[in-house]
C-alpha cells in the first residue's frame, strides 16, 4: 500500500506558521486520507491541533548543537512518508525516506508575497491563503475572559496587539496608551471596550494600552495559547497590532486588520487580505526608518480609515 503519511516541518514562529498554514490543505488536495505530522517551535504548536488531517505535533526546543534536529529525525526516521515539506529547509528532510520532498531554499525568494512564495513552492493551483483551527476548546477559553466582561458593559471590541518580542518591530508602549486615550473620544469608538492581547511576556508593551482603556479594557493578555488568542480576535471587529503573529491571525480571521511597521518588508509579510491595511514608519518600499517616526496621529487615521471602510454603521460595530 502507499503511504498516506506526511511530514510539515515548519516554523518556531506564529507568524510564519500561519502565513504558510494554508499548506494543510493543500496536503490534503495532494494526497487523498493524508495523516499529517507537524513539526514546529513551542509557541506555535497549539495552532496545529485541530488542523484536518493532523494527527500528531513534535514540538522542536532549540538544544545546542542541533540537538532538537537529532530529536527529531529519531522520531520520524522510521516512517515511509509519502511527502516531506520543510519550509525550513533542514537537512534532516533529506535523510529520511520518502517519495517526494519540497524543501525550501533561498532561491525560492524571489520578491513574492510570502504567501505567493509558499503557494508557488507547493504547486498549489490557487494562493493557499492562510487559515486559522479554532476548536471548541480555544473558543471556551477566550469566552471566559471576554462573555463576562462584556455582561458589565457590552460593545464592540477593538483588539490590540502590543507585543514586543524583537524592539525595532515594536511600536512604543506609551504611544499604545495614547492611541486608546484618542479613540477613547472619537464618536466613532463610543462604546467600544479595547481588547489587548498577547502572552505572559508582553504584559509590559500592554500596561500604557490597558491603563488608558480603564473599565473598557478587556485584558486578554497571557490568557491563554496562540489558539486562544485567535479566539479571543475572532470576537473583535476590528485589529491593530505589531507586525507580528497575531496580526495574521486577525487577517486569517478575516478581521479588519491594521499592521503597524518600522524597517521590515511591509511588502512581503504585511497582512493578508482585502480587509487589511498598513501604517508604516517607511511606506515607499525599499526605504527604511525605525518604528518610532510611525506617530500617534498617523496611526489613529488609519485606523478610523479602517473603521470607515469596514465597520462604518454596520451591524458588526454595534453592541
Not at 114 to 125: E, H, I, N, Q, S
Not at 128 to 143: G, M, N, S
Not at 145 to 155: F, K, Y
Not at 243 to 250: E, K, N, P, R, T
Request: with cysteine; hydrophobic share 45%; proline share 8%.
Amino acid at each position: 500500500m502507499p503511504s498516506n503519511k506526511v511530514l510539515f516541518v515548519t516554523s518556531n514562529r506564529i507568524g510564519d506558521c500561519v502565513i504558510s498554514s494554508g499548506i494543510i490543505r493543500e496536503i490534503g488536495r495532494q494526497i487523498a486520507g493524508a495523516e499529517i505530522t507537524v513539526a514546529c517551535g513551542r509557541p506555535p504548536a497549539p495552532f496545529f491541533r485541530s488542523a484536518p488531517g493532523v494527527e500528531r505535533v513534535i514540538v522542536l526546543d532549540k538544544k545546542k548543537a542541533a540537538g532538537h534536529w537529532v530529536d527529531l529525525w529519531k522520531q520520524v526516521v522510521g516512517t515511509h512518508w509519502a511527502l516531506v515539506i520543510d519550509i525550513r529547509g533542514s537537512a534532516l528532510s533529506y535523510l529520511l525516506k520518502a517519495d517526494r520532498r519540497v524543501i525550501y531554499n533561498r532561491s525560492h525568494e524571489t520578491g513574492l508575497a510570502k504567501v505567493d512564495m509558499v503557494t508557488r513552492l507547493m504547486g498549489a493551483p490557487a494562493p493557499l491563503e492562510p487559515e486559522l483551527f479554532i476548536d471548541d476548546q480555544a473558543r471556551a477559553e477566550a469566552a471566559a475572559v471576554i462573555d463576562p466582561a462584556l455582561a458589565a458593559a457590552s460593545g464592540p471590541i477593538i483588539a490590540l496587539a502590543p507585543i514586543a518580542h524583537q524592539p525595532g518591530k515594536s511600536w512604543p508602549a506609551d504611544r499604545w496608551g495614547h492611541l486608546v486615550e484618542k479613540l477613547k473620544a472619537e464618536p466613532r469608538f463610543a462604546g467600544w471596550r479595547f481588547m489587548p492581547v498577547g502572552g505572559p511576556g508582553d504584559r509590559p508593551p500592554a500596561t500604557p494600552a490597558l491603563e488608558a482603556a480603564g473599565p473598557l479594557a478587556i485584558d486578554f493578555v497571557g490568557k491563554g495559547d496562540i489558539l486562544a488568542s485567535a479566539a479571543a480576535i475572532d470576537r473583535a471587529t476590528l485589529f491593530v497590532g505589531n507586525d507580528s503573529g497575531l496580526m495574521h491571525v486577525a487577517a486569517a480571521a478575516g478581521k479588519p486588520t491594521l499592521g503597524l511597521f518600522g524597517p521590515t518588508e511591509w511588502w512581503l509579510y504585511g497582512p493578508r487580505g482585502p480587509r487589511t491595511s498598513i501604517a508604516a514608519s517607511n511606506p515607499v518600499r525599499g526605504e527604511f526608518a525605525p518604528i518610532e517616526a510611525l506617530t500617534t496621529d498617523r496611526v489613529f487615521e488609519a485606523v478610523i480609515a479602517l473603521h470607515d471602510v469596514w465597520v462604518g454603521g454596520s451591524e458588526a460595530s454595534k453592541p
